[in-house]
């Protein structure tokens, strides 16, 4: 609806909702839509914050990660549990589908959700069982509360073509918003840091596109505008072809003098700027900088340090949240005989002194059987090695044995 009043500019209102301005950014809110433009200008979209080198690296660096563990499917025992060997096992270890692997599906997965903020996995099921999973564009499917229940609505061409129960899909989202349906983006959150570094990417790129001459101005006697515009022309042309013949020197009319405009990259603090971007990025990841590769400030004894948060705070946050939502939709909510789970022995097995002092421990107090720490080691089981064993010399004092003397 428009309308025209002499004593107000022009407004146009949406038919969904009269109060939303049709020329506005809450327009693309209320539809969902987000415009993507940062403080700095730029405008942010998932594919070219993926240009921003911290980005690149926290994104892959987490979702390679979880894709390389190990996820197993176990069943409970009056022991203890056991590994479940089957089609689920296989499927959730080594392939999906008939063209997917379990580490493409968790890559391709955890991708979209440390980037549009989602993930989407559809369970495919014969007669009850689990046959096949699919992950989903989550740029195609819609996620609604309809009477009291979450559904899923699957779109192609703009026409919704299938539907979907939540059973039957594996969504793990970054950070859901308060309607508890729809979320918020890493990136698109974040877009006012994120379009700081591809502005300073840009700035720098420009910066040495010109040869390394900053941004100038010329003066003189110019006594015509067309002369002003030639001038301008003239010296540009002049200073790209100086840096393609790799020469030095330039030379200006008699009267004329250049002056620089603006700021040179030192003080800009270019530099200063970038490594301050990385660091914000691992703020948005809950990463520790190291694994953005800046090492400014990583010495011997923290980095260590900075792997057990990565596991503790980040990695197993993560697995936590998939752990759940894959028992809750391959299982069902009753089911508490069976699970899958994650092992992150591997990225905690340090270096090889390390493992081998912890298994010595673990084993000489009854904590870990000699196969179960040869395992761990892709090493074969020994015959004699499922047993659980004690340090010898380990007694209530007053009870260790006596040396007898030699008669004389």
């Known amino acids: 609806m428009a309308f025209w009043n002499s004593k ?5 209102s949406s038919i969904e909702d009269p109060t939303v301005r049709v020329s506005s950014s809450n327009f693309m809110e209320f539809f969902g839509v987000d415009s993507g433009v940062s403080a700095s200008g730029v405008n942010v979209t998932l594919d070219n914050a993926m240009g921003v080198p911290a980005v690149w690296a926290a994104v892959n660096f987490l979702s390679g990660t979880i894709a390389g563990l190990p996820l197993k499917h176990y069943k409970k025992t009056k022991s203890g549990r056991e590994v479940v060997n089957g089609d689920l096992s296989d499927i959730l270890h080594y392939a999906v589908n008939d063209e997917m692997s379990s580490f493409e599906w ?44 979450k559904i899923y609505q699957f779109s192609e061409g703009g026409k919704v073509t299938k539907t979907y129960g939540a059973k039957d899909i594996i969504d793990i989202p970054f950070c859901l918003k308060p309607d508890m349906v ?14 700081l570094g591809i502005a300073a990417t840009n700035y720098g790129s420009k910066f040495f596109q010109n040869g390394g001459v900053p941004p100038f101005v010329m003066t003189g006697n110019f006594t015509s505008g067309a002369g002003l515009n030639r001038a301008s022309n003239d010296l540009q042309d002049a200073v790209k072809n100086a840096n393609r013949e790799n020469r030095l020197a330039l030379t200006l009319p008699a009267g004329h003098e250049i002056k620089t405009l603006g700021v040179d990259l030192e003080k800009a603090q270019l530099v200063e700027l970038k490594r301050f971007i990385i660091e914000e990025v691992a703020r948005i990841y809950s990463l520790p900088p190291n694994f953005l590769q800046d090492l400014s400030r990583s010495t011997f004894s923290n980095v260590e340090q900075q792997d ?79 047993s659980l064993m004690i340090q010898g010399a380990t007694v209530p004092l007053g009870s260790q044995n006596k040396i007898t003397e030699p008669n004389t």
């Open 106 to 149: 968790r890559k391709y997965s955890f991708d979209r959700t440390f980037t549009g903020g989602r993930q989407y996995t559809y369970i495919e099921r014969v007669g009850g069982k689990i046959v096949n999973l699919f992950p989903l564009d989550p740029s195609c499917v819609t996620a609604k509360i309809v009477g009291g229940k």
């Open 308 to 386: 057990l948060h990565l596991v503790k705070h980040t990695i197993r946050r993560w697995v936590e949240q998939a752990e759940q939502e894959m028992n809750l939709k391959l299982f069902g909510r009753k089911n508490n005989d069976e699970y899958v789970e994650f092992n992150l022995d591997g990225i905690l097995r340090g270096d090889f002194l390390t493992r081998m002092e912890g298994y010595s421990k673990g084993i000489q107090n009854g904590i870990l059987k000699p196969n179960e720490a040869r395992r761990q080691e892709n090493r074969p089981d020994d015959p004699e090695g499922d």
């Open 8 to 12: 107000k500019p022009e407004q146009r």
């Open 182 to 195: 729809t979320v918020l983006s890493p990136i698109l959150t974040n877009r006012d840091t994120i379009g």
